[in-house]
């Protein structure tokens, strides 16, 4: 590693990228090092599992230990490809160290250094990610849930805007996504901002692809805009929020995921029926042939927990209620999975429950005037706003540089409980 | 009905002129918006040219009391698209609700009708859109490997647009296609001639059922508040009161004529279960009590079933109904689920 690695490498980046109009900046808060060594120990252990699997696998073929095996072989590989640019490095090294060496050949041998050097940071990449448990959920389909913070008009206005880039950014990427809820405000409606946006109140994109969860996971938490609103007469930029929520959905009919069904009591998308009270609008007067209701709304309450769905978008009732017990499953599943979540931290120490997230977090900033959308946790700026804002390429960037600060969070956390472990 | 407070048309209008039009049929705030998008969705889809003008006019119109499912054209049916039209009565959302609950007792197989995954035959009587048959035949063709479903209906009107809509659902892939031992056919037939007996006669009927008009003379004429506005001015007084060249039986009122004469089919046809919809819990103990001095009530199990036979009920809906007979006794009946009295759910051959 050079001396002053955060210089050289933005530089090295941007020349790379020369091409390119975009301008990102990284602020220094995610100094990536070296690799830990307690990591590189449990990779070392987990890539031997494999190969013993594999020896015994040549002998007799067993189903879960090939399933084992599969797992491993990401690490191993991983830790294959790293060590060999390690082995390279060092004899590279030790070349250009030598006094006794030709001094073309050092040269050369100094601009290889280089080249692996730059491989190596990728490698360990990988293998830390190869390391880091896939999150139970990673293979499944994903809600995203909108619903705008406090603070009127606004908020609303910009929560449609949310929903219509995210929406955009399904379309370009060909993802199925489908629109489960999208209600307006109740004291608003069919007003509409100057450009176009309709006062949200809450809405629900689901994304049917598999592995969607594992995808729009690092979007959750709490979006901020600073702009001009449409109604602001007097020129001052306002500042509201809007939450963002990701659930995982089970897949259609099961197919794929073998590991979700939504009948298994011990699945986390299980919801007794008994514990939810269905509610339709309340029939008043005469029915049937005598008045013609075009009424469909319907509301379900989890009784055990008190979380409440209601839907109101479709003409069918059939439909709404299909869609609210698609939409409250997801919830309870989330909700379970949050709740181990808590208490598997709680059971760390306290350094490494403050690594996570929690829903209050400010995750992003659409800042309007300075055409600037930032990532708060990776420390990320991006400009040409409106293309983020269309769901395009400069959303992507943002969206991964977020999934991999999310990543090196539970890398790190790896690493605690890893040393926390060779402690004891 | 209570009056709408200028309040409310205030509060609409400062939003829009359209949701303001729309309030008169709709009643209330929510429905309108919910209306108005549906129609916007409608006008964004069709129309090519002044959609804001055809907006502002269907609202208008649909403000007036004519039917949104008219004016759209079709209505949602559980997994099926129903067209509309004027002339045939707009499907209910109680009519989805008891369909789908029956089709699904049905297919766990508590009912007996039916041995499972063999054959299966289903009758409907005064079928209009079309829309019982469908959703039976769409509920129903994987679990029966012989699947026979009908509908029957005297309005040509009706029969024509049924017949579009399996063709219709069959093209947007929401019904299968019929081969051999799978059908689902119309037939325009008058219940109250006997071909329609000789017709259905000779093939095993599982299941019978029927929303047959049922609305008294008296509601129709004097309203009384008990029939939206919207049904008496713009859907067809056929399918929602019986004709007056129809003779009524001895002992039987006006509006439960047809049930007179479908619990006689059901003697012919002989079901294994019938379901009637009802207009009322009045009407509901009539014909109950009719029924039970027919020669079809032995062996018989009667319920009776709300406007959700599949929610839990509230708590005053939890009592059983008490039907008092003729000759002065009575006879307890279960209802099941939850809202308006809706259906009477009879099991024959128990």
């Known amino acids: ?424 | 009905m209570s009056r709408i407070p200028p309040w409310l048309f205030r509060k609409a209008s400062r939003r829009s002129a359209n949701i303001a039009a729309l309030l008169p049929a709709c009643r209330d705030l929510q429905s309108a918006m919910n209306e108005f998008r549906w129609l916007k969705e409608h006008v964004n889809s069709t129309a090519s040219a002044s959609k804001e003008n055809l907006l502002s006019r269907l609202c208008r119109k649909r403000g007036q009391g004519y039917p949104l499912q008219y004016i759209l054209g079709s209505q949602p049916f559980g997994p099926l698209d129903v067209k509309c039209r004027p002339g045939v009565l707009i499907p209910r959302p109680e009519t989805e609700a008891y369909t789908y609950h029956l089709a699904d007792l049905i297919k766990t197989g508590s009912l007996r009708a039916g041995e499972p995954d063999q054959r299966l035959g289903v009758v409907d009587f005064c079928t209009g859109t079309g829309c019982i048959p469908l959703l039976f035949y769409s509920l129903l063709h994987q679990k029966f490997e012989h699947l026979e479903v009908v509908g029957v209906d005297i309005s040509s009107q009706a029969v024509s647009l049924s017949r579009d809509n399996i063709v219709h659902n069959m093209e947007l892939g929401y019904l299968p296609q019929p081969r051999r031992n799978r059908t689902l056919d119309i037939l325009q037939q008058d219940i109250f001639q006997d071909k329609v007996i000789e017709k259905l006669q000779g093939r095993t009927w599982d299941v019978m059922v029927s929303n047959p008009p049922y609305i008294s003379r008296r509601v129709w004429y004097h309203g009384g508040g008990q029939i939206g506005h919207s049904v008496r001015k713009y859907e067809p007084s056929l399918a929602l009161i019986p004709g007056n060249d129809i003779s009524i039986p001895a002992n039987w009122d006006h509006e439960d004529v047809f049930y007179s004469r479908l619990l006689n089919i059901a003697y012919n046809l002989k079901p294994k279960v019938i379901l009637l919809e009802v207009g009322d819990e009045m009407q509901a103990l009539r014909v109950i009590s009719r029924f039970s001095q027919h020669k079809l009530a032995t062996n018989s199990h009667v319920e009776v079933w709300r406007d959700w036979p599949d929610l839990a009920p509230n708590h005053d809906e939890e009592s059983p109904l008490k039907i008092t007979m003729d000759d002065g006794s009575s006879q307890l009946v279960s209802t099941k689920g939850s809202g308006n009295i809706r259906s009477i759910f009879i099991k024959l051959d128990v």
């Open chain 1, 1 to 424: 590693m050079s001396a002053v690695p955060w210089i050289c490498r933005s530089c090295a980046r941007a020349l790379r990228r020369s091409h390119q109009l975009q301008i990102v900046r990284f602020s220094s808060n995610d100094a990536s090092s070296s690799l830990a060594p307690s990591l590189l120990r449990r990779a070392q252990s987990l890539s031997e599992e494999h190969d013993d699997l594999q020896k015994s696998l040549n002998s007799s073929f067993d189903a879960t230990k090939a399933k084992r095996a599969g797992e491993l072989g990401r690490v191993a590989s991983a830790l294959r490809a790293w060590e060999t640019a390690q082995s390279s490095i060092t004899e590279l090294v030790s070349m250009t160290e030598d006094p006794d060496q030709d001094p073309d050949l050092a040269s050369i041998a100094k601009d290889e250094l280089e080249g692996e050097r730059a491989k190596l940071d990728v490698l360990e990449k990988r293998l830390k990610e190869s390391l880091t448990p896939r999150h139970a959920f990673a293979d499944l389909p994903c809600m995203v849930e909108f619903r705008p913070g406090p603070g009127g008009l606004e908020g609303r206005y910009f929560t449609d805007t949310l929903f219509k880039m995210y929406k955009a950014l399904c379309a370009r990427r060909g993802y199925r996504a489908n629109v489960l809820k999208y209600e307006m405000a109740e004291a608003a409606g069919d007003q509409s901002s100057s450009s176009g946006e309709q006062p949200v109140q809450e809405a629900v994109l689901e994304i049917q692809d598999q592995g969607a969860y594992d995808i729009f996971r690092g979007e959750a938490g709490m979006h901020r805009v600073q702009r001009i609103p449409s109604t602001e007469s007097k020129g001052r930029v306002h500042t509201s929020a809007v939450a963002v929520w990701v659930l995982p959905s089970f897949p259609e009919g099961g197919s794929g995921a073998d590991n979700v069904d939504v009948d298994d009591p011990e699945s986390d998308f299980y919801v007794n029926p008994q514990d939810v009270k269905i509610e339709t609008m309340r029939a008043r007067g005469a029915g049937g042939q005598h008045v013609n209701k075009t009424e469909s709304a319907i509301r379900m309450t989890h009784i055990p927990t008190g979380t409440v769905v209601s839907m109101q978008d479709h003409r069918s009732q059939q439909r709404n209620r299909e869609d609210a017990w698609k939409v409250l499953r997801s919830r309870i599943a989330s909700q379970r999975a949050e709740q181990r979540e808590e208490e598997a931290s709680k059971l760390r120490s306290s350094v490494l429950s403050q690594a996570q997230i929690t829903r209050g977090d400010k995750i992003r900033t659409y800042n309007y005037n300075q055409d600037r959308c930032t990532d708060h946790r990776a420390g990320m700026d991006v400009h040409n706003l409106p293309d983020v804002l269309e769901g395009g390429e400069t959303l992507d960037k943002v969206m991964e540089a977020a999934r991999e600060w999310l990543v090196g969070k539970e890398v790190e956390m790896l690493v605690l409980e890893e040393e926390a472990k060779a402690k004891k």
